[in-house]
T-cell receptor, first 112, second 114 residues
Framework: LAKTTQPISMDSYEGQEVNITCSHN???????ITWYQQFPSQGPRFIIQ???TKVTNEVASLFIPADRKSSTLSLPRVSLSDTAVYYC?????????????FGTGTRLLVSP | DSGVTQTPKHLITATGQRVTLRCSPR?????VYWYQQSLDQGLQFLIQ???????AKGNILERFSAQQFPDLHSELNLSSLELGDSALYFC?????????????FGPGTRLLVL
């Protein structure tokens, strides 16, 4: 069961790059790393997912070192609308007992 | 709009009561997940169903149960409600079984137990 640890909160300014790191020391071979964004009173929304190395999409990049014990979500040039809670999810729901574990979440506040 | 619908949006009830929350997954998604989000516990995975069968269980209390019907909609039943059950309950769906499948979350049901 891969438990994750993230910073509780981060502050940034518009236009800056923000990097949020998630620790998952007990990650299993079959586990993927997924990041979600959540605005108040809304359901989480998928941002990006990866297994190893680097993944990039139109909104973010995900860096995963070779040992996969951590991952870093990188948000380029954040705006006020990026103020949200960001969750790191590690898991592989196979047949049966494995649990999906959300991290504690990182509350990002972007200021003008 | 994720394509996942949940009803009701809000629910206020009393301790000891029983409620049912409903979720309709995105068209074509076979897997449904239920989550509970309270202020002090964060987002907690409760249970997952795939094509009508239970596939994974998380921190779900014995007073809670769920099922997925042949049309793939799912219901979460909460009984003998306690004040601490007040929370946002989210449903999510994905195409397939595994966690690498993107989960699409519904808007949630806000439950208040008085």
């Amino acid at each position: 069961l891969a438990k994750t640890t993230q910073p509780i909160s981060m502050d940034s300014y518009e236009g800056q790059e923000v990097n949020i790191t998630c620790s998952h020391n007990n990650i299993a071979t079959n586990d993927y790393i997924t990041w979600y964004q959540q605005f108040p009173s809304q359901g989480p929304r998928f941002i990006i997912q990866g297994y190893k190395t680097k993944v990039t999409n139109e909104v973010a990049s995900l860096f995963i070192p070779a040992d996969r014990k951590s991952s870093t979500l990188s948000l380029p040039r954040v705006s006020l609308s990026d103020t949200a809670v960001y969750y790191c999810l590690v898991g592989d729901v196979g047949i049966g007992f494995q649990k999906l574990v959300f991290g504690t979440g990182t509350r990002l506040l972007v200021s003008p | 709009d994720s394509g996942v619908t949940q009803t009701p949006k809000h629910l206020i009830t009393a301790t000891g009561q029983r409620v049912t929350l409903r979720c309709s997954p995105r068209s074509g998604d076979l897997s449904v997940y239920w989550y509970q989000q309270s202020l002090d516990q964060g987002l907690q995975f409760l249970i997952q169903y795939y094509n009508g069968e239970e596939r994974a269980k998380g921190n779900i209390l014995e007073r809670f149960s769920a099922q997925q019907f042949p049309d793939l909609h799912s219901e979460l039943n909460l009984s003998s409600l306690e004040l601490g059950d007040s929370a946002l309950y989210f449903c999510a769906s994905s195409v397939d079984l595994a966690a690498q499948e993107t989960q699409y979350f519904g808007p949630g049901t806000r439950l208040l137990v008085l």
